[in-house]
Each structure stands twice: as structure tokens, then as C-alpha cells.
């Protein structure tokens, strides 16, 4: 299971908190991106660059860094120097959705534009010394754009596509496109990591039955909202049974704590994730981060290992 990037929400604090309440339990994270500039820096007075340095990411979850951008020297230059750190792979947004970002032809604001990513990859694979991966969703505004991205993907060397099956436009409103996903995938010659609305076992399964071609699960809001969630899925890996019912908008609470099994002893009281609980109220009061890493701290103290 994967770690999705969220900006201001899963940084090396998070990182490290995670994997000291559960260690192993998420097995890679995306960074949040690396947006590229003209003039960036690698310095410590800068946010994103601390968030990736090796020596910040001491008893982290592993973390391949992302870079958010269209400049072919930049991400050049910024690739080679994160080769330089250590790093053996890096991944490009191009999913994210927010105005700003898409406006400028970056994030999913390049999915309409197949040609330009054509280019771009053109300059950067001969030139970068680590693997490239991508993460997309199926468009910007039309979810054809999706098709006619992928045959420019399958020419290049890449170490996975993630897709998160939302069109730009959606944000992260309305629910992921399965169909379209699900003709998209046999089209994707490189590995492919699902990511979209997976807040319960249930999920998990849905997608996995329904897509065995897929070769991961990249999880996002369902680990802060449900932070056992990791557990339980590997804790289930075999034994989740088919769903009979439609996805819950909510984390559902189906899997009791007693289900996870060994070294993890979870004090957890089984209210604590119900889509009633206080756990879910302060998210309507409180930033995400903050809620989360207070729940977090609770576990310190409360997960025997």
C-alpha cells in the first residue's frame, strides 16, 4: 500500500509519526510535490526540499519524492539532484486538480494536451539518472483525454502510472469513474496503482476483485480519516470477503480491532472511526493534520508492539 501525496497533510511529520504507531504497515509514500521554479533552491529554508532530505526521513515511511511542473530544465536539474540524495525514483503530477495549478498547464492541466507531454518526456528520460513515475486522473474536463495520454505513456520506460479516476474539474467531489477505469487499464502497458476513495476493507476489495490487473492501491483521505486502515487491509489481505452493499461515503467500522492481528494490540475503542464519532466531528472543526496527529499521538501510547 502506497501513501498518497496530500499537500499540508502528509509531510515527513506525518511520515514519521505514521510509522512510529505502525511501523511497516504502509510500505512507500508519495511526497507532496516539489513545485518547480526557476529559482529553487535544494536549501533548507525551503519547505518542500526539507520534507525529501534523507536525513528529515530517519524512521519515516519510505518516500519516493514528486515534482510538480512543465519545465524540462528544471526537472532535470531537480531529478539528478534528488539521484544526488540517494533517491532511485521520482514521480510526476499530473493529476493535480486545483485551478491554480491546471491553469498553468501543470498537475492535470497537461491531460488535455498530449503533445506537450510528448515533448517533455522527449528531454527528460535520456537525462534523468532515476526511474519516472506518473500519476493522473482521467482528464482535465473530458474524460477522453485519458485515451489519448495513454498510447504517449506506453512510449516511455516508466516504473508505474497511478490513476485516480476523477476528472480535474470534480476535484474530489462526485465518485470515481470505474468504468472508464476499467477500459483504460488493459490499454496501460506499465504497472498500474489505483487511487480513489479507498476508506474501508470493503473498498479495497471492490477494486481489487473487480481490477486484478491492478498492481496497488494508493490510499489518500481513507488513512486520515481511518489511520488502522493500512492494518486492516494487510491484516485481511486473504480473507476480506466480497461486499453485497454500494461504497459508504464514510469509513465504515465492519472490522473489528480484534481482526488485527499480532504485533499490533489496538486499545482503540471500536466508536472511534464511526462516521458519528467525535473522531469525525473534529474534522469538521479542525484542520485534517492536526486531527489526525492527535489521534496519532494517542496511538503512540496506546499500540503495544
Known sequence: MILAPMQGLTEVLFRRTYETCFPGAIHM????????????????????????????????????PQILGKEPEEFILVANHLADLGYTGV?????CPMRTVTAKHRGCGLMPHPDEVRTIL????????LHLSVKVRLGLKEPDEIYRMVPVLNDYPLA???IHPRLGRQ???????????????????????????????ADARRILERFPQVKDL?????????????????????TIPTPTSAPSPYCDDNIPTSSIHPPYT?????????????????????????TTLCVLSFFINNVKV
Not at 36 to 48: E, V
Not at 218 to 238: K, W
Open 29 to 64: 509514500a508519495v511526497s507532496p510535490f516539489i513545485a518547480l521554479t526557476r529559482n529553487l533552491r535544494f536549501s533548507t529554508d525551503n519547505a518542500q526540499i526539507r520534507d525529501i532530505l534523507p536525513e528529515n526521513n530517519v524512521g519515516s515511511i519510505p518516500v519516493i
Open 91 to 95: 514521480n510526476w503530477n499530473m493529476g
Open 122 to 129: 522527449d528531454t527528460i528520460i535520456p537525462q534523468i539518472r
Open 160 to 162: 508505474s502510472v497511478t
Open 171 to 201: 476535484q474530489y467531489t462526485g465518485v470515481p469513474d470505474l468504468d472508464t477505469f476499467g477500459q483504460v487499464l488493459p490499454l496501460v502497458k506499465h504497472p498500474v496503482i489505483y487511487n480513489g476513495d479507498i476508506c474501508s476493507v
Open 218 to 238: 494508493m490510499v489518500g483521505r481513507g488513512v486520515l480519516y481511518r489511520p488502522t486502515l493500512p492494518l486492516e487491509l494487510n491484516a485481511t489481505a486473504s
Open 266 to 290: 489496538l486499545l482503540t475503542p471500536s466508536w472511534l472511526f464511526d462516521k458519528d464519532s467525535a473522531w469525525n466531528q473534529c474534522f469538521m472543526i479542525f484542520p485534517p493534520r492536526i
